[in-house]
C-alpha cells in the first residue's frame, strides 16, 4: 500500500490583534525571504553540509522534500515509495538528511522525501533545493510577516486573532464556519488559494466559472465560488474567490487548504498550539490610527519586536513523528 500524499496549488507551484506579537528585550531571530510566483517564500538555508541552499518555506508539507539533484551531491540513497496523489500515484524515494537549518532552526537525521524539483525551479525563475515542511518547522514557534517579508522565530507571547489548531499525521488544521457548515482546513504557507476538497462539502454552490491549475501529480480545473460567509475566528475570508476541486478526495480527515498569503501576517504558536493572524485591511487601518496619535502605541511597538531567542529545545508534536515508517503526506 502506498503511503498518501497529497499535491495541492503549493507542490505545483501554479503561476497562473489584533496583532502578532512576542517578547520583547530578547534577541531576535529573523530570516528575510523572498516570494516567487504568487504566494512562493524562498529562504536561503542547509542541507547537509550544502549550504545557501534555496528553500521554499511549506507548512502544508509533511514530511520535508529535497531535490534529486541535492539526494545526489550528499550520496543519498534509500527505498523506493508509491505514494498516492489523490487519484493517481508518485514515486519517490524516501531518505534521511543529516541535517536541515534555516535560520535559527537546526534538525538532525530528518526523515524526506526526493522528488524532482526541476519544474518547480522552472516556474519559479530559480533553483529550488527543497521544501522545508512542518517536520522542521514545528521545532520553534515563528512569525511570518508577508510585509516586511521576514519570518522571525521564537517564543510568542500573544495575539488577539488567533484560533486553536490541531496537528494530525504532520497537518496543521484549523476550523473555519462556512455559513451553516463548518470545514477543517490545512494552514498551506505553500498554497495559492483557498482549495476546498468538492467531495468533502457537496453543499457547495455550483458555478460556471473555472480555472486551470498544474502541480507535479498532474493538471486539473477547479471551480471558482465565492461565499458570503467563510469565517476563521473573528475575519470574514468571504471576500476572496473559493476554488473547489471535483475531484473525489476520500482519503484526507481535512477539507481544503487555507492559503496564508491573503494576510498580512501569521504566527504559529506551537507552546499554545495555536494559528494566529492580522489582515492586510487591518494592518492599514491600524497604520492609519497610529499615524494620527501621539508616541508610538502599543501595536506599533509590538510589530517592532515581533520576535524573541529561539526555543533550545522543543520536541515535534507526537502526531508529525520522525520515523521513516510514518505515515508520510505532502499535500
Same mark, same amino acid.
Given at each position: 500500500?502506498?503511503?498518501?500524499?497529497?499535491?495541492?496549488?503549493?507542490?505545483?507551484?501554479?503561476?497562473?490583534?489584533?496583532?502578532?506579537?512576542?517578547?520583547?528585550?530578547?534577541?531576535?531571530?529573523?530570516?528575510?525571504?523572498?516570494?516567487?510566483?504568487?504566494?512562493?517564500?524562498?529562504?536561503?538555508?542547509?542541507?547537509?553540509?550544502?549550504?545557501?541552499?534555496?528553500?521554499?518555506?511549506?507548512?502544508?508539507?509533511?514530511?520535508?522534500?529535497?531535490?534529486?539533484?541535492?539526494?545526489?551531491?550528499?550520496?543519498?540513497?534509500?527505498?523506493?515509495?508509491?505514494?498516492?496523489?489523490?487519484?493517481?500515484?508518485?514515486?519517490?524515494?524516501?531518505?534521511?538528511?543529516?541535517?536541515?537549518?534555516?535560520?535559527?532552526?537546526?534538525?538532525?537525521?530528518?526523515?524526506?522525501?526526493?522528488?524532482?524539483?526541476?519544474?518547480?525551479?522552472?516556474?519559479?525563475?530559480?533553483?529550488?533545493?527543497?521544501?522545508?515542511?512542518?517536520?522542521?518547522?514545528?521545532?520553534?514557534?515563528?512569525?511570518?510577516?508577508?510585509? *516586511?517579508?521576514? @519570518?522571525?522565530?521564537?517564543?510568542? !507571547? #500573544? %495575539? =488577539? /486573532?488567533?484560533?486553536? +489548531?490541531?496537528?494530525?499525521?504532520?497537518?496543521?488544521?484549523?476550523?473555519?464556519?462556512?455559513?451553516?457548515?463548518?470545514?477543517?482546513?490545512?494552514?498551506?504557507?505553500?498554497?495559492?488559494?483557498?482549495?476546498?476538497?468538492?467531495?468533502?462539502?457537496?453543499?457547495?454552490?455550483?458555478?460556471?466559472?473555472?480555472?486551470?491549475?498544474?502541480?507535479?501529480?498532474?493538471?486539473?480545473?477547479?471551480?471558482?465560488?465565492?461565499?458570503?460567509?467563510?469565517?476563521?475566528?473573528?475575519?470574514?475570508?468571504?471576500?476572496?474567490?473559493?476554488?473547489?476541486? *471535483?475531484?473525489? @478526495?476520500?482519503?484526507?480527515?481535512? !477539507? #481544503? %487548504? =487555507? /492559503?496564508?498569503?491573503? +494576510?498580512?501576517?501569521?504566527?504559529?504558536?506551537?507552546?499554545?498550539?495555536?494559528?494566529?493572524?492580522?489582515?492586510?485591511?487591518?494592518?492599514?487601518?491600524?497604520?492609519?490610527?497610529?499615524?494620527?496619535?501621539?508616541?508610538?502605541?502599543?501595536?506599533?511597538?509590538?510589530?517592532?519586536?515581533?520576535?524573541?531567542?529561539?526555543?533550545?529545545?522543543?520536541?515535534?508534536?507526537?502526531?508529525?513523528?520522525?520515523?521513516?515508517?510514518?505515515?508520510?503526506?505532502?499535500?
Amino acid at each position: 500500500m502506498g503511503r498518501h500524499i497529497s499535491l495541492s496549488l503549493s507542490f505545483g507551484l501554479l503561476f497562473s490583534c489584533t496583532g502578532v506579537w512576542a517578547r520583547s528585550n530578547t534577541p531576535v531571530n529573523v530570516l528575510p525571504f523572498k516570494i516567487y510566483g504568487a504566494q512562493l517564500i524562498v529562504v536561503q538555508g542547509s542541507i547537509g553540509s550544502l549550504e545557501k541552499r534555496n528553500l521554499i518555506v511549506d507548512t502544508g508539507a509533511y514530511p520535508t522534500v529535497i531535490d534529486a539533484a541535492i539526494a545526489q551531491k550528499l550520496s543519498l540513497y534509500g527505498h523506493r515509495e508509491e505514494l498516492d496523489a489523490v487519484d493517481r500515484t508518485v514515486s519517490s524515494m524516501a531518505v534521511v538528511v543529516p541535517a536541515v537549518e534555516i535560520g535559527p532552526v537546526h534538525a538532525t537525521n530528518v526523515p524526506s522525501l526526493v522528488q524532482d524539483l526541476s519544474d518547480v525551479s522552472r516556474r519559479a525563475g530559480l533553483r529550488i533545493d527543497g521544501l522545508v515542511g512542518i517536520d522542521v518547522l514545528s521545532r520553534s514557534s515563528f512569525v511570518i510577516d508577508y510585509g *516586511a517579508k521576514k @519570518i522571525s522565530f521564537g517564543p510568542i !507571547d #500573544g %495575539f =488577539l /486573532s488567533r484560533v486553536p +489548531f490541531a496537528v494530525a499525521k504532520g497537518k496543521l488544521c484549523v476550523d473555519v464556519r462556512a455559513g451553516e457548515n463548518s470545514v477543517r482546513l490545512m494552514i498551506d504557507t505553500g498554497a495559492e488559494k483557498l482549495v476546498l476538497f468538492g467531495s468533502h462539502v457537496p453543499w457547495i454552490p455550483s458555478s460556471d466559472r473555472a480555472r486551470a491549475f498544474t502541480n507535479l501529480a498532474g493538471s486539473f480545473v477547479m471551480q471558482e465560488v465565492r461565499l458570503d460567509t467563510l469565517q476563521l475566528g473573528d475575519t470574514n475570508l468571504g471576500t476572496e474567490p473559493v476554488y473547489v476541486s *471535483a475531484r473525489p @478526495i476520500p482519503i484526507y480527515s481535512f !477539507d #481544503g %487548504f =487555507l /492559503s496564508t498569503i491573503q +494576510f498580512r501576517l501569521v504566527a504559529f504558536d506551537f507552546e499554545r498550539n495555536q494559528f494566529g493572524w492580522i489582515t492586510k485591511e487591518e494592518r492599514k487601518h491600524r497604520v492609519n490610527v497610529a499615524s494620527k496619535s501621539k508616541g508610538t502605541p502599543p501595536f506599533a511597538a509590538a510589530l517592532a519586536n515581533q520576535l524573541t531567542k529561539p526555543k533550545e529545545s522543543v520536541s515535534i508534536p507526537a502526531a508529525c513523528g520522525t520515523a521513516p515508517d510514518r505515515v508520510c503526506s505532502l499535500r
